[in-house]
């Protein structure tokens, strides 16, 4: 799935980039008004053959004037690119804000650390909680290259020593311990930035 939204993802980008800038489209439906340096009068003037003739559009950017010679076959053949384009980027933003993206967002780093801080929850909640992690190592830690997880507590807990390559046995393995923890592991104030600190330490872990 992840690899079908990021070739939907390329495909929009090259839409914008080659087809559907608005300098492109421009450019197949009219020719700009132009303006010359006139010497005897000292000025720029435009030319006026087209007043009148052409509706005109003009770009707020630098306020450049088109002439618009479109015929009607080209103008529909823009709106149905566009309409995709637009399909294609509500695609993207419902797939950016699904399941654990909607909590973790999209993780981009090939290794990363992942903090547990539970603090006081409730069982419901320590249960949820761990639900979501569930989510986040099946759907997007599974995809990267190594991760580890620690937990802050008084006596700080790690899954692994150090950050583990990925693999659908090491995944297993960390949500076999995520399930094993215990919620009523005491903490101090000092735990979370304890934790923070150890993940930081192992160098090879970018996030």
């Known amino acids: 799935q992840s690899l079908t939204s990021s070739s939907k993802w390329l495909q929009i980008y090259g839409l914008k980039k080659n087809k559907l800038s608005l300098p492109h489209i421009l ?3 009219g020719f700009q008004h132009r303006k010359d340096y006139v010497t005897t009068l000292g000025k720029s003037v435009a030319s ?7 509706p005109q559009y003009q770009r707020a950017q630098d306020g450049s004037v088109y002439n618009l010679t ?3 076959e080209l103008i529909l053949h ?10 294609l980027y509500k695609q993207r933003m419902e797939w950016l804000t699904s399941e654990s993206r909607q909590i ?5 780093e090939r290794c990363i650390v992942i903090v547990l801080d539970f603090g006081t929850a409730a069982q419901t909640e320590f249960d949820l909680c761990r639900h979501a992690l569930s989510m ?8 990267i290259a190594k991760f580890n997880l620690i937990r802050a507590a008084q006596d700080l807990m790690k899954w692994q020593q150090k950050s583990t390559p990925v693999s659908q046995h090491t995944v297993e393995s ?10 009523m592991t005491a903490a101090s104030n000092a735990s979370p ?5 150890e993940a930081m330490s192992d160098e090879a872990v970018s996030s």
Do not use: H, N
């Not at 006026?48 to 052409?54: E, I, P, S, V």
């Not at 930035?193 to 600190?197: K, N, P, W």
């Open 70 to 72: 479109v015929k009607k």
């Open 174 to 183: 960390a949500l076999t311990w995520l399930w094993k923890l215990d919620p």
């Open 78 to 87: 823009f709106v149905d690119c566009l309409m995709g384009a637009i399909e």
């Open 136 to 143: 986040v190592l099946v759907e997007q830690v599974a995809q």
């Open 48 to 54: 006026r053959y087209a007043d009148g003739l052409f």
């Open 27 to 29: 450019s197949q439906v």
């Open 104 to 108: 973790f967002g999209v993780i981009q």
């Open 193 to 197: 930035v304890e934790a923070l600190l």
